[in-house]
């Protein structure tokens, strides 16, 4: 594929996608910690970043939601900026961060260009899996690749799709949404295409249910490979967490961090 065909094929990312994603973390903004609460493994992510960057190093964290890494990471000294499509995640992440150590930046990944560089750029849970379709998954690539300073790193961590790829049916899962009530998550997988339909219901205070729909686009880590390749990166190292456990399928979590440097 050409440069230009590729660019073109950027250009029609992140329409669709992106305000899918918008309309579901805005509904989802207020529940989201107690639905994905810290987990022992958020210092681990630090310690890993070290390996790769000095101390105080520059991490853009793509896709920084509440927060979640973004203020563990700030609290272990690196200087962190976070990019947000959805305001409703960014006005959580001001309210857990009164002193303003995350710096914020409300924006579509798909195109991003902040017009700097830094030496770590990180799309931590899974965010590369929000985009809809494989163009938009590029695009993400040439997002995280543009701000990777020389010498820099791109860390991604996804999850391995194995499981879901075989799915038959919807898998239904419930959430409990601290005092407030609960969520149960629908989940139908569509393997042609590599998407998760993903529907949430939630019975919050008492009040009738909401919900709140979403697309997914699961990721191998071959394809993942290959997608780096087009936006000049090139895989050096990959684990099934954030403690540099083997990538060999033996971890009951089934995550993928990798490890990208920009080609010369
Ligand atoms: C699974 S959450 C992860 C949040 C955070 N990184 C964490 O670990 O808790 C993915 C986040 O990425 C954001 N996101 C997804 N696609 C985006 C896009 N194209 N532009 C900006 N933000 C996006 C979503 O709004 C959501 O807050």
């Given at each position: 594929m050409t440069d230009t065909a590729l660019e073109a094929r950027q250009s029609t990312a992140g329409g669709f996608g992106t305000a899918l994603t918008t309309a579901y973390s805005e509904a989802l903004a207020g529940v989201y910690d107690d639905v994905y609460p810290d987990t022992p493994d958020l210092d681990d992510i630090g310690t890993f970043l070290l390996t790769l960057a000095h101390p105080g190093a520059r991490v853009l964290e793509l896709?920084?939601?509440?927060?979640?890494?973004a203020l563990r990471l700030a609290e272990q000294g690196f200087e962190v900026h976070g990019v947000e499509t959805s305001p409703a995640m960014l006005a959580r992440l001001a309210e857990k961060d009164p002193r303003g150590r995350v710096v914020p930046h409300l924006g579509d990944?798909?195109?991003?260009?902040?017009g700097r560089t830094f030496d770590v750029v990180l799309a931590p849970f899974n965010v590369l899996c929000c985009a809809t379709a494989v163009d938009e998954q590029i695009a993400l690539m040439h997002a995280l690749a543009r701000h990777t300073a020389p010498g820099g790193h791109v860390v991604t961590e996804t999850f391995d799709p194995s499981d879901h790829h075989v799915q038959k049916g919807n898998a239904v899962t419930t959430h409990p949404v601290g005092e407030r009530g609960a969520m149960i998550e629908s989940v139908a997988v569509l393997p042609a295409s590599q998407n998760m339909l993903v529907q949430n219901t939630l019975f919050l205070d008492g009040a009738p249910p909401s919900c709140a729909t979403t697309v997914l686009r699961y990721l191998w880590p071959s394809e993942l490979d290959l997608l780096g390749g087009v936006a000049r990166l090139e895989l050096v190292a990959r684990h099934s967490g954030w403690r540099e456990q083997?990538?060999?399928?033996?971890?009951?979590?089934k995550m993928c961090v990798s490890v990208f440097r920009p080609l010369a």
């Open positions: 896709g920084v939601g509440t927060g979640r890494v990944l798909t195109g991003l260009d902040l083997p990538f060999d399928g033996g971890d009951s979590r």
